[in-house]
């Protein structure tokens, strides 16, 4: 995360303009408002960081509305089963099981959730518009932008049904269930590295997986994959199937210089080949860091424009966890209430 200090300035130290401006822009607002009121904040997201805002700010008495997805919403942990990390749960909790008791909490306090896609924003001047599909704009005077992360998929018939059931996309999320099992990496870049590396604590055996002849990954971290006795690196080589039941079994490989396909029989495959934040709504009004996360400063969640703020994976391209997305939701939340009570002041 670029953590560049001071190129915020102008919105922590915020200058709001007189009080006529911002109730005539309050009234502009409110007369193209379908929604026909200006909330004190509207949340973009539903997972993990935007329920957690949603539950501080509703205990704070700022109402929130929160745009949870159409599809989507709970984010990225209705897509998993055991969720075994998240503390608070002692036995471990499954992941719809989770993001549902996190909406009820928020909606216990008051949060207004709505399961709509947010289609644009206008995110400049005192009052905030959203617009959500069928053309209702909200007005706001703050808005969170929790819109995740999205890991990038190999794009094969059976990679979403054994989600969860295999195929995974985060080794410290789920290296744990494969303890002395035979695995594999799919990747060539550091974090595919860094995952295999990490997988050899649990597994007997890690094969990474890359198409080319050599990785994108640092020296020093080839190095490490190179010296480990439990990988092996299987080079030119595309997977291009998943097979089993209820649960992964094997991977149909292809070299991808001769065209020879094999198979190979593992209990699990990460993939590792990326993953892309989704900023498509704010790229071109907030700033964003060389990852294409939305740029914060420092560890608050203000982000390039006064009133805007930003938490969850949707910030963070290192850590992505929901504990983490939880805490950066809560960060969002207090930045919240300091920034409205400053305005109201
Ligand atoms: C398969 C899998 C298993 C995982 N397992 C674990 C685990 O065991 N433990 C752990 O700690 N972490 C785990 N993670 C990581 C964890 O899920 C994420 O770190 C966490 O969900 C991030 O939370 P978030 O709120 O930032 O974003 P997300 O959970 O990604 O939520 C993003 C939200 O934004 C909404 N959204 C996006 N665009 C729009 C729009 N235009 N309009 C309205 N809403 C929008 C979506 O609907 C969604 O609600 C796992 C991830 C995956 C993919």
Redesign the pocket.
């Known amino acids: 995360m670029s953590n560049q200090p001071g190129i915020f300035a102008n919105a922590v130290n915020l200058k709001v303009g007189s009080a006529a401006e911002a109730s005539a822009a309050s009234e502009d607002a409110r007369t193209t408002s379908a929604d026909d009121a200006v909330h004190d904040v509207v949340i973009?997201?539903?997972?993990?960081?935007?329920y957690t805002a949603a539950i501080y700010t509703a205990r704070a008495n700022l109402n929130p509305v929160v745009?949870?997805?159409s599809v989507?919403?709970?984010?990225?942990?209705m897509?998993?089963t055991d969720?075994?990390?998240?503390p608070g749960f002692i036995d471990g909790i499954m992941?719809p099981d989770l993001m549902n008791n996190m909406q009820q909490q928020a909606e216990r306090f008051g949060a207004d959730i709505r399961y709509?896609?947010?289609v644009s924003a206008e995110l400049d001047g005192e009052i905030k518009t959203v617009t959500v599909e069928d053309g209702t704009v909200l007005c706001a005077r703050a808005v969170i932008i929790?819109?995740?992360?999205e890991?990038r998929k190999l794009g094969l018939e059976d990679e979403e049904r054994l989600?969860?059931h295999g195929v995974?996309?985060?080794a410290t999320?789920?290296g744990f269930f494969f303890k002395k099992q035979n695995i594999a990496v799919v990747g060539g870049g550091d974090s595919a590295i860094e995952e295999a590396t990490f997988l050899t604590k649990f597994a007997d055996k890690v094969t990474l997986i890359h198409r080319r002849d050599r990785f994108r990954a640092s020296e020093i971290m080839q190095q490490r994959a190179f010296d480990d006795p439990k990988i092996e690196i299987l080079w030119n080589t595309k997977v291009t199937g998943i097979q089993g039941a209820d649960k992964v079994e094997s991977l149909a490989l292809e070299d991808t210089v001769t065209g020879e396909t094999s198979e190979l029989a593992v209990t699990g495959l990460f993939v590792a080949i990326g993953s892309d934040p989704?900023v498509g709504?704010v790229k071109d009004q907030l700033e964003l860091t060389v990852d294409n996360t939305i740029a914060v400063d420092g560890r608050s969640s203000t982000t390039s424009l006064a009133g805007v703020f930003a938490?969850?994976?949707?910030v963070d391209a290192t850590y992505?966890?929901?504990?983490t997305?939880a805490g950066s939701?809560c960060v969002a939340a207090v930045d919240v209430e300091h920034y409205l009570a400053a305005l109201d002041s």
């Open positions: 973009v997201g539903s997972g993990p960081a935007g745009l949870a997805g989507t919403a709970g984010g990225e942990l897509n998993t969720v075994e990390n998240y992941g709509e896609d947010v929790s819109t995740g992360s890991y989600s969860g995974s996309w985060c999320c789920d989704r709504l938490a969850g994976d949707v992505r966890q929901a504990i997305a939701g």
